[in-house]
């Protein structure tokens, strides 16, 4: 997806001073003598239309003027002397900057505080413009006018300009403005996750997992239709499948994503992935070197960060089929061997996935996820007779048919992670399963 322009909130999400305002609120609620009022009252409201509020609702017998300036003063001094920027944010504006693109700020602060905070920081050059909830009529973060004006000024088109927010508020605005939306999340401002993530198009627990190429790569949800989008995503398995099988999957592949350590295999059976991902842990240091020259984008990550190497590799599948329109049929190989958590996890990510189908091809075994809402059965064929199939429940509520082998099922409920399905035999070349309701791992073994 293309970046035109990027509009930035400033507290919370460049600077770190989401704990000064909320002392600076404690102090003006206190100055003005009204009782306690709660944070999250005021915190979408510009500082006016606060100090506003506490006089001509509440009663405060200082003026709206006099509480305005007072705690603006106190802002401007703690912003100068206590407040962080945000760590890595400096070097996200940089990498933005050497892009040639241009960025606005949008905030509920006041302009002249604003740009005390950046001041302090030497973050004044980045920015093209500076925007007020002030400047828009007082209209606070419930609206999207700052997010509009900004884009105004940015001379930008809302489907390609970017807005990184970290309150719930204005992620959720700016996501029904039209933004493409990053939502910043850390674990020391009182925000909960699903009050966030909902509304993002990128979530991030800091602008060490951002990156230009991760906001290009990134494509929104599409309708889809046509033939599907074959991706092989190849992991960083401690035990990887065999470069022979990788080939042949890679064949039979549009599109092929390599997760970090996948690369070492990728290189040894000369498959040259379309994007390489990762934090670069886990791959050797040649074959790292090998994919991030070889492939046609690069899209890199830190190794302390909250998502897997490959949940951000089966992201970059989907972002493409959603580019050319596409159902997803993703193939994953490498991802198994070695850690039964991993493999365990493994499962789980592709039975949440959105796709058309999605399935595991290791040298020993095929395991596909087989669900009513995507690839809902599976002919098993000659090739499988008198090998052995176990299918086990991934969801709530699943219930199977299987034929044509040992013991047969029909419309049968299945338990959730139960054993009910383990260890069942192919008779027939006309075996078959089907997912009724729910989702099933379904497991072809031997070869």
Not at 159 to 184: I, K, N, Q, Y
Request: proline share 4%; hydrophobic share 45%; with cysteine.
């Amino acid at each position: 997806m293309d970046v035109s322009g990027v509009i930035f909130d400033c507290d919370g999400t460049l600077v770190d001073s989401m704990g000064m305002w909320r002392e600076a609120s404690a102090w003006l609620i206190e100055e003005s003598g009204v009782g306690d009022v709660p944070f999250d009252r005021i915190e979408s409201l510009s500082l006016r239309d606060t100090c506003a509020m506490l006089h001509d609702e509440m009663g405060a017998k200082a003026t709206a003027d006099e509480l305005y300036e007072g705690v603006c003063s106190r802002v401007r001094d703690a912003y100068a002397s206590d407040v962080q920027i945000m760590p890595g944010a400096r070097a996200f504006l940089d990498e933005l900057t050497a892009a040639g693109v241009p960025m606005v700020i949008a905030s509920s602060t006041p302009v002249r505080e604003l740009r005390c905070a950046l001041a302090a920081h030497g973050l004044e050059g980045y920015f093209a413009d500076l925007v007020s909830t002030e400047d828009v009529g007082g209209r606070d973060k419930e609206f999207p006018d700052v997010y509009l004006e900004a884009a105004r000024r940015l001379g930008t088109p809302h489907e390609t300009t970017w807005v990184f927010e970290d309150a719930p508020f204005g992620v959720r605005t700016a996501h029904r403005a039209g933004f493409a939306v990053v939502g910043l999340f850390n674990d020391h401002d009182g925000r909960r996750e699903e009050d966030v993530r909902p509304w993002c198009d990128i979530f991030a627990h800091g602008f060490a997992e951002l990156s230009l190429a991760l906001l290009r790569d990134y494509e929104r949800p599409a309708a889809a239709h046509g033939a599907p989008l074959r991706a092989l995503v190849v992991d960083g398995s401690p035990e990887p499948s065999s470069p022979a099988l990788v080939s042949r999957l890679a064949d039979d592949a549009d599109y092929v994503v390599v997760a970090d350590g996948g690369a070492d295999v990728c290189r040894a059976a000369g498959v040259v992935p379309d994007v390489f991902c990762g934090d670069g842990d886990s791959a050797g240091t040649e074959a790292a070197a090998w994919a991030r020259s070889a492939a046609r984008t690069c899209v890199s990550f830190p190794s302390e960060k909250y998502a897997t190497d490959l949940a951000l590799a089966l992201d970059c599948a989907r972002h493409e089929a959603a580019r050319r329109g596409a159902p997803l049929a993703v193939t994953l190989t490498c991802a198994s061997g070695g850690r039964a958590d991993h493999a365990l996890a493994v499962v789980g990510l592709l039975a949440s996935l959105d796709s058309a189908s999605a399935r595991i091809v290791e040298d020993g075994y095929e395991m596909r996820v087989l669900k009513p809402e995507g690839e809902a059965r599976w002919e098993l064929g000659s090739q499988a007779v008198g090998r052995t199939f176990s299918a086990i429940a991934v969801a709530p509520g699943t219930r199977v048919d299987e034929n044509g082998m040992q013991w047969e099922l029909s419309d049968k409920p299945m338990e959730l992670l139960g054993d009910l399905g383990v260890s069942n035999v192919v008779t027939s070349p006309a075996a078959s399963i089907v997912c009724r309701t729910g989702a099933v791992a379904a497991y072809l073994l031997g070869r």
